[in-house]
Structures are given as C-alpha cells and as structure tokens.
C-alpha cells in the first residue's frame, strides 16, 4: 500500500510504571515455542466483535503487537496480569465481603480469571488476511473464512474497508492501533503500547473516491471544532487519513476491493491548534 506524507509523534506521555508482566513485547504476534506448527488462534465471531477466550492465544495477542481489550477490563485481561491484580482483587472483594452478606469473592473471582480477549473489527481482519493466524468461528460454530468474513464486517461498519486500509497504513508505520470509540475517533494510536505511553493521536478516517470526498464520512464545523476539543482535553492531537481509492474500482465488489488493496493511497493530515499570542511573545 502506498503512502504519502511521514507520520510522526511528538510530546510523548511515557507511563510512570509498567507492570513486568507487560514489559517484554514484540510488534507481531509469534509463537515463543521452538519446533511446533504455525501459530493459529481461535476466535467466536459474536456478531459484533471478535473474542478470543484460550488463555495462551490471549497472551501471545496481548504481548506482541497489544491486540485486543479485556472485556471486563479497561486494557489487558486478568490472565495476562494475573499476578499483583489478582491478588489485589481477592483482598478488595474478601474485605467488601465482611460487610455484604450477598457478594460471593470466589465467583468473581473466577470469572475475572476466565475473561474473554475482545478484538475489534480491523485487527481481527488484519491477524486473519495479511497474518494467516485466525481460525474464525460464529457461534454456530461455523468456519468463517477471509471474504465471508469481510462481507459480514462491512455490512456492520459501513466504511469498514477504509478503516482497515488506514489500520495497514498504520502497521506499517509501527504504531499500536486501538479503537478510537472512547474519543469518537475511529482509532487511537500508541508508540510502543499503551503499558507505556498514552495514546498520541486520535485518528479519523475518510474515504475518497474519483476524487471527491464521501458525504457519508464528512467532519465539518462544529464536529471538527468538538474533536478537536477532546484531543485539547486528553493532551492528544488529531489526525485525519485520507483513503483514496482507485478510480476503477468498484467498491460494492467485496473481492475486487480485497485484490486492489496495494493499489490504495492514504495521505496524512494533521491538524494542531496555534496559539498566535504566544508565538508573538516567544519572537
């Protein structure tokens, strides 16, 4: 895929610690066996999100590359930071316990321990087209092979194919993709990941087409205005990725899409607010 501009982070917001269960990572997922097959994962397709449950394939995704978002917690899942957490979890509910009768430690406990690895959309479309590690599954448990899949994930996400050329834009430039939806941006991005910096940019998407912009994706007056306020308020930037398509293509052909996707350009486009006083004062 080609690419224009050059992408960079600046003010990083390094974390004060970092738990050394999640300080050793790796960009991509690999197996840290030696002799064995190729490294699969399985995943259930629930409709509107992908879950990965096998407490192994959890760590490998978590580790290298930080794919994923427990679903019962705010990032890693409690099989991944199982050491200190839990035990600070076992005190926090045996003490709540002293004083209601009707809450039951150990069963949250243990529900906490099998929590469930959730994938969103592009990076569970990313490990299955261009990784080959994802087995996909519905809940019927029926295989879900990579043009199926892509199918059902457009008709859930609309502008699901330029996402995921902007989620391969990123790869590529090394960054740590996460959904954006906290910020109302469709990714926000890491250096690193996100057990050691926070986020630098909201990112959003839009698509171009024969040259003109798709009304549907449009972020104008005060939406622009509202963004950009929520990146002020979060110590973030805003970054827009345009991806234009080939005038040729016909984007209701989910395979013709799938095949043309090197022929795809996504250009940079940053916006940062100035502060003209005090740039006048710095003179």
């Not at 970092?18 to 190729?38: R, Y």
Request: glycine share 4%; hydrophobic share 40%; net charge neutral.
């Amino acid at each position: 895929m080609a690419t224009k501009g050059s992408l960079f982070a600046h003010n990083l917001r390094a974390k004060k610690k970092t738990q050394p269960e999640l300080a050793q990572t790796l960009p991509l997922p690999v197996h840290d066996k030696v002799g064995v097959e190729s490294l699969r994962i399985e995943a259930v397709f629930t409709g509107f999100s992908i879950d990965v449950t096998h407490s192994d394939s959890i760590r490998v995704l978590c580790l290298n590359g930080g794919f994923g978002q427990g679903m019962l917690s705010r990032a890693f899942p409690a099989c991944v930071t199982n050491s200190r957490e839990q035990v600070r979890k076992r005190k926090r509910n045996t003490a709540t316990s002293a004083n209601m009768t009707n809450m039951v430690p150990n069963s949250s406990i243990q529900e906490n321990e099998n929590e469930p690895l959730c994938l969103f959309l592009e990076e569970a479309f990313f490990l299955m087209h261009t990784l080959n590690i994802l087995n996909l599954k519905d809940l019927f448990d029926k295989h879900i092979d990579t043009l199926e899949a892509f199918e059902r994930f457009r008709k859930i996400k609309t502008n699901f194919l330029a996402c995921y050329c902007a989620y391969l834009y990123l790869k590529s430039k090394n960054w740590v993709v996460k959904s954006g939806i906290k910020f109302g941006g469709d990714f926000v991005i890491y250096v690193k990941g996100p057990q050691f910096y926070h986020a630098s940019y909201i990112v959003l998407v839009q698509e171009m087409h024969e040259g003109k912009l798709i009304d549907s994706h449009t972020v104008e007056g005060l939406d622009f205005q509202g963004f950009n306020r929520i990146a002020e308020t979060t110590a973030k930037d805003v970054l827009f990725l345009e991806v234009h398509y080939p005038a040729t293509l016909d984007l209701s052909d989910n395979a013709a899409c799938l095949e043309s996707l090197n022929d795809v350009r996504v250009a940079e486009l940053f916006t940062k607010h100035h502060n003209y006083l005090a740039a006048r004062n710095q003179i």
